[in-house]
């Protein structure tokens, strides 16, 4: 057996948005000893842009970091809503909220840049966890090389080794894949500050600004059995977005897909995963947990994902800086609190984001009619609720 290094330190697996948001928030929290173990060479800085919500914004300013993502992408006045069936259009107000399309680099690397130096360790994979008989862990790493620490988080996403370790089954497919992208405009784009999104028959689409320069777009149909084959390839994923938002009669949507940065398009096969073993309470075993999408993979049909992976972040942080890490019954208790604390809400949005899934892109006859009669027609801002939630404060950086 390999030497077991032992450890002060609290492990993060995993530098995307819930690991770094995680390790910023024990950062700010004083828990200075913490490690993020990032498989990847480099911070993800392909792929496009996501959403972010009020709820979203609070946990990046609890972070010390939203003003100046802010500074950095447009604020989003209305949501308009076309239905090709009924030809109408519905407008959602958000002068009362705070929504932006933020892009993925910013976001990274505004994060990771808050970290202190050396907190990141990339090209490191956990691959196996084991449980001691005094309930400690051990986190071996690709390399063989095996670490003992106080804590271990898995933030480790959607095919999470630290989840399957908790006992979590595999994450579901919700028949549905999504193409994302990011158009760009170098002379600045006309559009107006809105996201605009088109209900089709079983296909949806929608693009928003990000900035004077960046525009969002996506599009998502039914899966098919080519799209993991495909899923990278730039120029068929652009090719076949062209041909399906040609059939949604929008001008703009076509300009702003044609316009894609090829390192930003992706097709993503949506996955979820049924949260009934979460209630049962296997989130946290010993000194080991998950956050963001390790926990619970969700469709991003509320765009609400990422959001929840901060607000993770900052509830968990809260809890272990509450405790004395030196007493591992501590930590469990610790664990405990934060898994009982996100139970209700993040089983709330996965189910939300299921049926709001469903609603929105399905072709047969029920979720067309519910979509068309009932959903489209009650479209408000009342729908925008589960963007209230707010993760609290930190105690501001000295
Ligand atoms: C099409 C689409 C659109 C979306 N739109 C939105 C939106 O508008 N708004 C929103 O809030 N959310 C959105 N989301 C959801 C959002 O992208 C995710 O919820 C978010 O990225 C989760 O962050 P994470 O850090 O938990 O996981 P990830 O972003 O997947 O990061 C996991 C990291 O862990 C690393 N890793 C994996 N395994 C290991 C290992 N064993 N050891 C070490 N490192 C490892 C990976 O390399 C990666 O860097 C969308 C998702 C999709 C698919």
New binding site residues.
């Given amino acids: 057996m390999a030497h077991v290094q032992s450890s002060n330190k609290i492990l993060i697996?995993?530098?995307?948005?819930?690991?770094?948001a995680t390790a910023l928030t024990l950062h700010r929290l004083g828990l200075k000893s913490v490690t993020v173990?990032?498989?990847?060479s480099s911070l993800?800085v392909t792929g496009a842009?996501?959403?972010?919500?009020d709820n979203?914004w609070r946990a990046l300013d609890a972070l010390g970091v939203g003003d100046s993502l802010r500074r950095k992408h447009t604020q989003l006045k209305r949501i308009d809503t076309l239905s090709t069936t009924s030809g109408l259009t519905k407008s959602i107000d958000l002068q009362d909220h705070d929504v932006r399309?933020v892009l993925?680099k910013e976001l990274l690397q505004t994060l990771a840049q808050a970290l202190p130096a050396n907190t990141i360790r990339f090209g490191?994979?956990?691959?196996a966890i084991h449980q001691r008989q005094d309930n400690s862990s051990i986190a071996t790493l690709d390399d063989g090389s095996q670490i003992s620490p106080k804590v271990i988080i898995g933030?480790?996403?959607?095919?999470?080794?630290?989840a399957k370790w908790l006992g979590f089954g595999s994450p579901k497919f919700a028949g549905r894949s999504?193409f994302?992208g990011l158009g760009s405009f170098p002379q600045g784009h006309h559009f107006e500050p809105t996201t605009f999104q088109i209900w089709g028959d079983g296909l949806r689409a929608g693009f928003a600004p990000c900035n004077e320069r960046d525009a969002l777009w996506?599009l998502t149909r039914k899966s098919l059995p080519r799209d993991a084959k495909i899923s990278y390839d730039a120029n068929i994923l652009q090719e076949e977005a062209q041909q399906l938002a040609e059939g949604l009669g929008s001008k703009e949507i076509m300009e702003v897909i044609k316009r894609s940065v090829p390192s930003s398009l992706?097709l993503?096969i949506?996955k979820y995963r049924y949260l009934w073993p979460f209630l049962a309470g296997k989130a946290h075993k010993g000194n080991v947990t998950v956050?963001?999408?390790?926990m619970h993979?969700?469709t991003?049909d509320l765009?609400?994902?990422?959001?929840?992976?901060l607000e993770d972040s900052i509830i968990l942080g809260k809890c272990l800086a509450e405790v004395d890490l030196d007493k591992s019954l501590e930590i469990e208790v610790a664990l405990n609190k934060y898994v009982e604390k996100r139970k209700k809400r993040v089983f709330g949005m996965g189910v939300g984001s299921s049926i709001s899934g469903i609603v929105q892109s399905g072709s047969w006859w029920l979720p067309k009619l519910i979509r068309e009669k009932v959903v489209f027609n009650k479209l408000s801002p009342k729908m925008l609720r589960h963007t209230e939630y707010d993760c609290g404060t930190l105690p501001t950086l000295s």
């Fill in positions: 697996a995993g530098g995307g948005i819930a690991g770094l173990l990032e498989q990847a993800r842009s996501l959403t972010i919500w979203g399309c993925r490191s994979k956990i691959s933030c480790d996403g959607v095919n999470s080794t630290v999504t994302l996506f992706s993503a949506l956050a963001g999408d390790a993979p969700m991003p765009g609400q994902g990422g959001a929840l992976a």
